[in-house]
């Protein structure tokens, strides 16, 4: 069956965060200038402009930021077998946030600074989304 | 700053009918709401040289108006790739473009086939590319996800709870009862809120706003001119368009936004307050974006008619419906009258600084806040009589 969600249209700057997480590694950008560290991934930091940058590992843990639990399905095609699930802002321990999914637990259960980890879901042979649990 | 304080006038407005099916072009639309201004002005399609516009989901180049109406020469065509943010903006840039001598006489509007054609709350291009490769792989997709997340946010920092949401949407549909342009006009009571649909936590069905096929036209020229036309002018005292620092890549993003108890407002407050001469205190009612019914919220905060996350406990208790301290969204908002990207509180701003809102006019005004937008970028006007 043909995988209907949404999947990333990964580009040059994106490929090394998708090909990490098909590793089973959460990257992120750390300026090799300043050390500022930033995601979603741009070319330049917006802290000092430099365009040299290293991909680090995350620890893959941080907190629940902010959370929704989605029950109406949109597109009601896609998603209907799915809700109610969360999408959550997570505050990873790097200092940068992510949005994600949060599993193993019941969606009402969730709380604002929850601690969760990371865990990886492959969707496609090329695609693996980073999504979270309960730490 | 604004330097351009009560040089300007709105001369003109023009609407079509809200609907859910037009069964029109948005073309038709667009033209239909510009030929209206033009109307209401007493101008002449030969007066016009200007348009301004913005088409964030559907609508037409200023050039296939300016085509479809017979615009002899249009001096100055500019769409903007914007949302609800630009709604008052292009109103500030017409009088800019004015300024410049780019054009004299403009019309800004805004047209679209938001219900039966593209839906902008029904969701996006499901491919995932750019920054929505971060979002959308998720389930996060649609403008109230993006928004609920937002308001959770206010709700774990301040405690703002559904019932202060509800008498947001509560009162607003009592002032859409009033209004014979809006498409909800059912009365609704807290009961009804409480007891509608959940959509996506904390959001239920009655915090979002309408989609709506329709058009709003403004024409703006100079004061000076428009003292001499048909309508009481009402001038441009003031405005402001911006938003903070990580603004995102697209009006979804606020991945890297810091607070998102606070959106645009508080960063645009004090260029909007000084270019007017007014603060809070001066402004008898006003128009706020109300995509949702938290973005009231953060604008009311970010704007300074009360403290950080004191914005549920600011609308509660009758302060922002009419008679009240504050009369928000007079002719029913976002929410109830119909969405037309924010452009139809500009027009609600102007019938009521006239003086001619019938049935719902508020007593004794003399000036209208008009806002748009709702997250990290937005625009904001002092409208005056």
Redo the contacts between chains.
Sequence with gaps: MTYA???????VE?RPFWDACREGKLKIQRCANCGHKR??PTFYC?KCNSPEHEWIESSGHGRV????????P??RE??AA?VP?V?A?IELDEGV?????IVGIE?EKVT?NMPVRVIFKP?TPE?T?P?FEPA | MYALRNKYAIAGIGWTDFSKKSGRTVRSLASQACINAIADAGLKVSDIDGFVSFNFNDSVPAISVATEIGVPAARYANDFLSGGNAANMIVLTAAAVIEAGLAETVLCYRAMNGRSGFRLGGGRDLSAYNITQFTAPFGWITYPQAMAMWCRRHMIEYGTNAEQLGEIAVTFRKNAEKNERAMQRDPISMADYMNSRMIVEPFRMLDICLETDGACAVLVTSAERARDMKRKPVYISGGAYGGGPDQGEDLFDALRWPDHSHNYAKYIADDLWRSAGMGPKDIDIAQIYDCFTYSIIMQLEGLGFCKEGEGGPFVQGGRIAPGGELPLNTAGGLLSEGYIHGLNHVIEAVQQLRGEAGVRQVPDIETCLTTAGAMTCGSAMVLRN
């Design positions: 969600k949404p999947l990333p249209v990964v580009d994106t995601f979603p917006p930021f902010s959370w929704i639990v989605v029950r109406h949109v597109p896609v998603y799915d699930y999408v802002l946030r992510i949005a994600s999914n969606p604002a969707v695609i989304l999504i």
